[in-house]
Nanobody, 127 residues
Framework: QVQLVESGGGLVQAGGSLRLSCAAK????????MGWFRQAPGKEREFVAV????????YYADSVKDRFAISRDNAKNAVFLQMNSLKPEDTAVYYC????????????????????WGQGTQVTVSS
């Protein structure tokens, strides 16, 4: 059974930093892109960042570009999201996501291109 388990969320003041982790279990994802999405109360889920299988290519939502950094450690089957200069509008539940094997594509910002989702971790940024 494939599981994506996020950790690292919490409460932080505006301007602060958090590092989210996502541990993948039940399948090796070293040949697949992996991404982060978030959903704020009353809003639709939105794309945050994605990293290619080798980690050499990344893509970010405009709202987080230059503040967030996605990375991965294939030896640990894990992906990370370093979040700096956090703003109250970054408050949301953050989800790790991955595609099924051989879905194709190097990276994707479309939620439809992801098949496995974690349970989410809450990030709250106070003003």
């Amino acid at each position: 059974q494939v599981q994506l388990v996020e950790s690292g969320g919490g409460l932080v003041q505006a301007g602060g930093s958090l590092r989210l982790s996502c541990a993948a279990k039940g399948r090796i994802f070293s040949r697949d892109y992996m991404g982060w999405f978030r959903q704020a109360p009353g809003k639709e889920r939105e794309f945050v960042a994605v990293v290619s299988a080798t980690g050499t290519r990344t893509y970010y939502a405009d709202s987080v570009k230059d503040r967030f950094a996605i990375s991965r450690d294939n030896a640990k089957n894990a992906v990370f999201l370093q979040m700096n200069s956090l703003k109250p509008e970054d408050t949301a539940v953050y989800y790790c996501a991955a595609p099924i094997a051989n879905r194709g594509g190097t990276i994707s910002a479309e939620s439809e291109m992801y098949d496995y989702w974690g349970q989410g971790t809450q990030v709250t940024v106070s003003s």
